[in-house]
T-cell receptor
Framework: GESVGLHLPTLSVQEGDNSIINCAYSNSASDYFIWYKQESGKGPQFIID?????DKRQGQRVTVLLNKTVKHLSLQIAATQPGDSAVYFCAENNAGNMLTFGGGTRLMVKP | DTGVSQNPRHKITKRGQNVTFRCDPI?????LYWYRQTLGQGPEFLTYFQNEAQLEKSRLLSDRFSAERPKGSFSTLEIQRTEQGDSAMYLCASSSWLGKETQYFGPGTRLLVL
């Protein structure tokens, strides 16, 4: 399959370890944030979201942390699996209806 | 499969030709979005519909681009007089009308302009 991103920051982790992917967002007025996973040749897949009135939200094996003071978002993946290998994007939604995406991070899981 | 679908999945065309892409959103979603993604970048917003009304358009959407959603269900994105710089993945997403609901993406249409 074709590559989603050729020159993205890459995080390489061992299978079973925890992964942390970071994202800085730009608009202090943004009040809704989403993490997407994108595999090669596919569209972005929703992972987890968080609203600005929360600092933390947990899903299955994933946790999103929001620090509005420094405009920082992180995605934590517990017990990373080979199937987690993909490019991960954070996206912010402010007053409009468009999503503004960050640059993406490639996660590589070593067996 | 009740997700967002897009057709075709791949399109190769010669510079100067017109192309049209189709998006079928999740059936109960009344909001539909078009994004463009180039290699190594995140998706960039192009335009947005609520039902059949086109409510927002990005400055990226030049006059060669036109999008329609005539019956508030499927949408088409047409690019006239394609240029090599139009080569990209064109992504469609949909969401429900309740506040800032999550946008769910389709698989995209990969366009290559020769």
């Amino acid at each position: 399959g074709e590559s989603v991103g050729l020159h993205l920051p890459t995080l390489s982790v061992q299978e079973g370890d925890n992964s942390i992917i970071n994202c800085a967002y730009s608009n202090s007025a943004s009040d809704y944030f989403i993490w997407y996973k994108q595999e090669s040749g596919k569209g972005p897949q929703f992972i987890i979201d968080i609203r600005s009135n929360m600092d933390k939200r947990q899903g299955q094996r994933v946790t999103v942390l929001l620090n509005k003071t420094v405009k920082h978002l992180s995605l934590q993946i517990a017990a990373t699996q080979p199937g987690d290998s993909a490019v991960y994007f954070c996206a912010e939604n402010n007053a409009g209806n468009m999503l503004t995406f960050g640059g993406g991070t490639r996660l590589m899981v070593k067996p | 499969d009740t997700g967002v679908s897009q057709n075709p999945r791949h399109k190769i065309t010669k510079r100067g030709q017109n192309v049209t892409f189709r998006c079928d959103p999740i059936s109960e979603h009344n909001r539909l979005y078009w994004y463009r993604q180039t290699l190594g970048q995140g998706p960039e917003f192009l335009t947005y519909f609520q039902n059949e009304a086109q409510l927002e358009k990005s400055r990226l959407l030049s006059d060669r681009f036109s999008a329609e959603r005539p019956k508030g269900s499927f949408s088409t994105l047409e690019i006239q007089r394609t240029e090599q710089g139009d080569s990209a993945m064109y992504l469609c997403a949909s969401s429900s009308w309740l506040g800032k609901e999550t946008q769910y993406f389709g698989p995209g249409t990969r366009l290559l302009v020769l």
